[in-house]
C-alpha cells in the first residue's frame, strides 16, 4: 500500500514568508504527527492531529500551526518565516493512538530553505 | 527533555557487533527506535515497554532497563544494509505513543 506522502519535497523560502505543507498519511491512518529535523536538534515533536483535533503540541512557538481533515490529510503552517526555521519537515503517520502501539510511518519530508 | 545517545557515531566492519545506547532522566513508559538512511524517511526498528513487552520487526535485539530508564540495541554481525543514524524515542506516559521525545541519534557505518 502506498506510504505517507509529503508535498512538496523541497521549497526555498524568504524571511518574513509564510508556507504551507501537505501530508498523506497511509490509508486507514487517523493519526498524523509533525516533526522538525535539524542536524543538532535531530527529530523534534511539533504537534500531531487525531480524528481532526490536535491530541499533542511541541514546544514551538504559534507561527507553527496545523490542521487536519476530514480524509486524515494534514497541513502545517509556518509563518513569518525565520532563518531558523530551515529544515526538515517529517510527518509520520499511525494506525492508532495509545501506549505500545505508536508504531510511526513517516514519509521522506519537505526540507525547507529560509533565505 | 531528550533522551542522551551514546555513542554519537560509531564505524564497523562488516560482521562486527555495536551497541546503542539512550538513557532519559525522567520515568519512562517505552523506549522506541528508528533506522534513517541517509535522504530517507526513518523507519521503525522495535518498541520496547515497561513491563517487558518487545513489538519489533527485525532481527534487531534491544533491551529496556526500566530501574535506570536506558534502553540498549544490540546490532549483531553488522551488514552494511546497517549504515544509517540511530534515534531513541522516549514516551513517557500512556496514551502519547505519537508524541516521541527523540535523542540526537547515533550515526553507525559499516564498512568491508
Known amino acids: 500500500k502506498a506510504g505517507v506522502t509529503q508535498t512538496p519535497r523541497y521549497l526555498i523560502k524568504t524571511r518574513g514568508q509564510q508556507v504551507t505543507l501537505s501530508c498523506s498519511p497511509i490509508?486507514?491512518?487517523?493519526?498524523v504527527s509533525w516533526y522538525q529535523q535539524t542536524p543538532g536538534q535531530g527529530l523534534q515533536f511539533l504537534f500531531e492531529?487525531?480524528?481532526?483535533?490536535?491530541?499533542n503540541k511541541g514546544n514551538f512557538p504559534g507561527r507553527f500551526s496545523g490542521r487536519q481533515f476530514s480524509n486524515s490529510r494534514s497541513e502545517m503552517n509556518v509563518s513569518t518565516l525565520e532563518l531558523g526555521d530551515s529544515a526538515l519537515y517529517l510527518c509520520?503517520?499511525?494506525?492508532?493512538?495509545?501506549?505500545?502501539?505508536?508504531?510511526?510511518?513517516f514519509g521522506e519530508g519537505s526540507r525547507l530553505t529560509v533565505l | 527533555q531528550q533522551p542522551v545517545q551514546s555513542p554519537q557515531a560509531v564505524i564497523l566492519r562488516e560482521g562486527e557487533d555495536a551497541v546503542i545506547n539512550c538513557s532519559s532522566s525522567?520515568?519512562?513508559?517505552?523506549v522506541h527506535w528508528y533506522r534513517q538512511k541517509h535522504g530517507e524517511a526513518p523507519v521503525f526498528l522495535m518498541i520496547l515497554l515497561k513491563g517487558g513487552e518487545q513489538k519489533g520487526h527485525e532481527k534487531i535485539s534491544a533491551s529496556f532497563n526500566e530501574k535506570k530508564q536506558q534502553s540498549s540495541l544490540y546490532l549483531t554481525a553488522s551488514q552494511l544494509s546497517y549504515s544509517g543514524t540511530y534515534f531513541c524515542?522516549?514516551?513517557?506516559?500512556?496514551?502519547?505513543?505519537?508524541?516521541?521525545?527523540f535523542g540526537t541519534g547515533t550515526r553507525l557505518q559499516v564498512t568491508l
Open positions: 490509508s486507514g491512518h487517523r493519526s
Open positions: 525522567k520515568a519512562l513508559y517505552s
Open positions: 524515542g522516549t514516551e513517557r506516559e500512556t496514551g502519547t505513543a505519537s508524541k516521541l521525545t
Open positions: 492531529y487525531f480524528s481532526e483535533t490536535q491530541r
Open positions: 509520520a503517520s499511525s494506525l492508532v493512538r495509545g501506549a505500545g502501539t505508536g508504531e510511526l510511518f
